[in-house]
């Protein structure tokens, strides 16, 4: 079926009655949509769409009677006002007349706009005066933008024109308030997206580079010249003919993407969610090769949101000039080729960028000069054209581009402004081919939020930050940093660190071999060479070690300290991970994140000072945390001998492991408890929380008669409070009392209200109380998660004469720990220690555990706690959060 005759059909229907024929028509236009999508230019698609909306509308308008009324107008806004209509756009449709309307007339319209409704057409609508609409159009420039675009359906043309006339005239927004209120919606806009479209999820529609920034140049234009063909800006000297061009490509690119995500979606969908990428690469034509097909779309997307980006900076930054009547306040002359204008460097002749050096140039000049704030239209322009013109061979290529980088990359102030353009401008893609590989690279997991290159973008400017003085929140890498005699080292390895993402093997390795070849092509000694690979090579070892294993065991602290090798190589791969965690998600980083890879640096410092000796490094930890809780324990008036008799029952892995307040919190807490209620007939529960004892979050202390399943209640209820367990320490003393300190957060990393701590509690201190041992958690599975394939993996260590140390690897579901928990206590296992990470979608959890005789579990426990465990997390339900 073509377009012509689905419009022809709508002829048939005699009566706004004929619901099912109305209905009938609707559905044949979907089904064109889907059928003519891969033979048919998208731009034929939305206008096509808009076409037999447009025709849908009249004939029900006329069929209603409603043509007849002469002072009655129905108009088109918005995006449907331009002509242009997506699959499941909103149809925004304004209804205005020359006065207020009779009961008669109210009526009719009432009925068709239900009509609409009830064919599921997705209508926005308002009826309104010509008097009501320019009021409201003056003080919402929502209202204001979609007027600029509105055009006549049906009806009366002087009501229409009288309308234009009010909305265009000089009472409502003028040129330059207009251009003011659009560029400040932009900027607001693009800050929601954290300034950059290279969001793994990203908004077709929203985000930056994206079709809005390119309305954005339509809406100005049609308000200052009222042009309605971005062609004629070319005549206006805004645009070249190329630029205009490549617009138009670049938003039929976008429309593809958009139509089929609408078709894929069957709704008004904008996101480019996880769950849809498959389907619309598919229709797209990139195949149905899964993540490949993906990779394909998503790289193309993202080369062309780059290029939107860009014309849409160059172009607003001149209208910013001309509608605002601005002149240049400020011109300062840098050298013979380039001036200051306002903070925004620009070119003084044509092509300032006749070689690639010249490029590297240009980029010291910004490292050079730090009033520089942005870059001048033309110098884009001519960026742009030389970016072209050099593609036909990396950068690298040439030694003295070779030599000119490593000065830059030396320079103190180039990571500052110079580095952010050499990513958005694609100056280190065009250089290296290694970069050109991983830009716009997705990355498929609920970890990391951005592609691969913008993430390492991120993380250079974060390692910057730890040379600037404004740098107050991350002290102890600021030393670090002002310490370094070669700074170029640590950028480099950032740079590097995943540069190897997408290639058959492990990154890590493949990027210390890539980083190596750059450091020989490059001239850097050896011995910086080899470090730089290093870091490189373990820049996952120490957030591994700090979330995934018991830094309290000397055992631990001794094999990493032996792969630290010097302090040298401890600071940089400290202040690297705090970096590389910052960078990979916004919500990442927390306080608990902080306190485990601090305590891990401290301790590994520790142990590097004794020689490797950590036992000696753990027993002056002991004396110490000791000594300093009993400091405090003083001021709190408890009987010490009964403060001896508790120590006693600890051994000294919990010295190690708990702070000194946390030490001093605990002993009062229990002996208080002795002291009014608990005695060795009471099988209640002591549950109480402390949200200052331990920095990362809420410490949650639990002690009293042990009891099976303790573990696994508490997880169950935090679960279901959308709260989490990072880390739970699991002591069962002598005499049969259990000793359990959890530390929790909520779901998204944030600390813990001081009312949400007083309802968890109680929740826990009722279900202990319960009979039974499951807790009815409802939470479900979030709808992310429902496309991530993470297979379930369990692995079992022996740790020395007493304990097992399981590595659990699966889909972080809804109830996950609880279920754990059960497993332990259906195959008689003893909980002693656990470590709970979450990385995106994926728990990656550690648990210490003995058998019944406290010894390490042996081939058959082994065998059927694994068997078990599988079995209950099968058992988790697997619905998608609506």
């Not at 600029?148 to 024109?161: I, M, N, P």
């Not at 990571?415 to 050109?436: K, N, R, S, T």
């Not at 720990?817 to 709970?836: E, Q, S």
């Amino acid at each position: 079926m073509t377009l012509q005759p689905l419009i022809q059909h709508i002829d048939t229907i005699e009566s706004v009655d004929d619901l099912a024929t109305i209905k009938q028509c609707v559905g044949d236009s979907y089904q064109w949509l889907q059928d003519a999508f891969d033979t048919t230019p998208v731009n034929q698609l939305v206008t096509g769409r808009a076409q037999f909306v447009d025709a849908l509308l009249c004939h029900l308008w006329d069929l209603f009677g409603l043509t007849e009324h002469p002072d009655l107008a129905l108009c088109a806004v918005g995006g449907y006002g331009r002509g242009h209509l997506q699959p499941y756009s909103d149809i925004d449709l304004l209804i205005v007349s020359k006065r207020s309307l009779d009961a008669s007339t109210e009526e009719k319209i009432g009925r068709f706009i239900t009509l609409l409704w009830d064919i599921k057409l997705d209508v926005g609508q308002s009826v309104r005066t010509i008097k009501e609409t320019v009021k409201l159009a003056k003080d919402d420039i929502t209202i204001a933008t979609n007027l600029v675009e509105s055009r006549l359906l049906s009806g009366s043309e002087a009501v229409f024109e009288k309308l234009w006339e009010e909305v265009n005239g000089r009472n409502t927004w003028t040129s330059k308030a207009f251009f003011a209120a659009k560029y400040n919606e932009q900027k607001a806009r693009h800050a929601k997206f954290n300034g950059t479209a290279y969001n793994l999820e990203p908004n077709v529609k929203e985000n930056p580079g994206c079709l809005r920034d390119i309305q954005s140049i339509g809406w100005v234009a049609k308000k200052h010249f009222k042009e309605y063909d971005g062609w004629n800006l070319v005549g206006h000297g805004y645009f070249t003919e190329q630029e205009h061009s490549e617009l138009i490509t670049c938003r039929m690119h976008l429309w593809k993407i958009r139509c089929a995500l609408h078709l894929v979606a069957g709704r008004s969908e904008n996101r480019l969610l996880f769950d849809y990428q498959p389907d619309v690469a598919s229709m797209l034509g990139y195949g149905d090769e899964g993540k490949v097909s993906v990779e394909r779309m998503m790289r193309d997307f993202f080369r062309v949101v780059r290029r939107v980006s860009e014309l849409n900076e160059m172009l607003l930054q001149r209208f910013r000039y001309d509608m605002l009547n601005q002149t240049v306040q400020s011109t300062t002359h840098i050298n013979r080729q380039f001036s200051l204008l306002d903070g925004m460097i620009a070119p003084r002749t044509e092509n300032v960028f006749e070689t690639p050096e010249d490029i590297l140039d240009f980029l010291k000049l910004i490292a050079d000069t730090p009033d520089v704030k942005g870059l001048e239209t033309d110098c884009i322009r001519q960026l742009r054209d030389a970016h072209r013109k050099f593609e036909t061979a990396y950068f690298v290529e040439r030694e003295l581009c070779r030599n000119k980088l490593i000065l830059l990359f030396r320079h103190p102030h180039f990571f500052d402004y110079a580095w952010d353009v050499m990513h958005q401008y694609g100056i280190l893609q065009a250089y290296l081919p290694e970069w050109d590989a991983i830009v716009g690279m997705m990355q498929f997991d609920l970890f990391h939020a951005y592609t691969v290159d913008e993430h390492t973008h991120r993380l250079v400017k974060y390692v910057n930050h730890y040379f600037s003085p404004d740098n107050t929140e991350f002290p102890r890498c600021r030393r670090i940093c002002r310490h370094l005699d070669k700074p170029e080292i640590l950028y480099i390895a950032a740079i590097f660190h995943d540069i190897a993402k997408g290639r058959d093997g492990d990154h890590s390795t493949l990027g210390a071999q890539d980083v190596e070849k750059f450091c020989s092509r490059h001239g850097l000694p050896s011995e910086d060479a080899q470090l730089i690979s290093w870091l490189v090579e373990n820049h996952l070892l120490m957030s591994v070690v700090a979330q995934r294993r018991d830094i309290y065991d000397p055992d631990v602290i001794n094999e990493f300290a032996s792969e630290m090798r010097s302090h040298t190589h401890l600071n940089l791969l400290y202040a690297l991970t705090l970096a590389d965690i910052r960078a990979t998600n916004d919500n990442l980083w927390n306080d608990w994140k902080a306190s485990l890879l601090r305590e891990l640096y401290l301790m590994t410092q520790k142990a590097l000072d004794n020689g490797l000796r950590c036992q000696v490094t753990l027993n002056e930890r002991v004396d110490m945390h000791k000594h300093q809780s009993r400091q405090m324990i003083t001021e709190y008036g408890l009987d010490m001998g009964a403060v001896d008799a508790l120590w006693a029952r600890l051994d000294d892995d919990y010295f190690v492991r708990f702070k000194p307040a946390q030490i001093a919190w605990h002993t009062q807490e229990i002996i208080r408890a002795q002291m009014d209620w608990m005695d060795s007939e009471d099988t209640r529960l002591l549950v109480t929380a402390n949200d200052n004892s331990a920095k990362g979050g809420t410490e949650v202390l639990i002690y009293g008669k042990d009891r099976k399943a303790l573990f696994a209640q508490v997880a169950s209820v935090l679960d279901s409070r959308n709260c989490s367990i990072h880390d739970a320490h699991v002591t069962v003393t002598k005499d049969g009392y259990v000793f359990d300190s959890l530390l929790v957060l909520e779901n998204d990393g944030e600390r813990l209200s001081s009312s949400r701590i007083q309802t968890l509690l109680k929740a826990i201190h009722d279900q202990l109380e319960k009979p039974g041992r499951a807790h009815d958690n409802r939470r479900k599975l979030p709808r992310q998660m429902r496309q991530l394939d993470v297979p379930t993996k369990i692995r079992f260590f022996t740790v020395g004469d007493e304990a097992t140390l399981i590595e659990l690897e699966a889909l972080d579901a809804p109830g996950i720990l609880a279920k754990v928990g059960h497993a332990f206590v259906d195959c008689n296992v003893t909980l002693r220690l656990a470590k709970v990470s979450t990385i995106g979608e994926r728990a990656e959890d550690i648990f210490i555990v003995s058998n019944d005789a406290g010894k390490p579990l042996n081939q058959d426990q082994q065998v059927a706690l694994k068997k078990q465990i599988l079995f209950k997390l099968d058992q988790l339900e697997d619905i998608t959060i609506p």
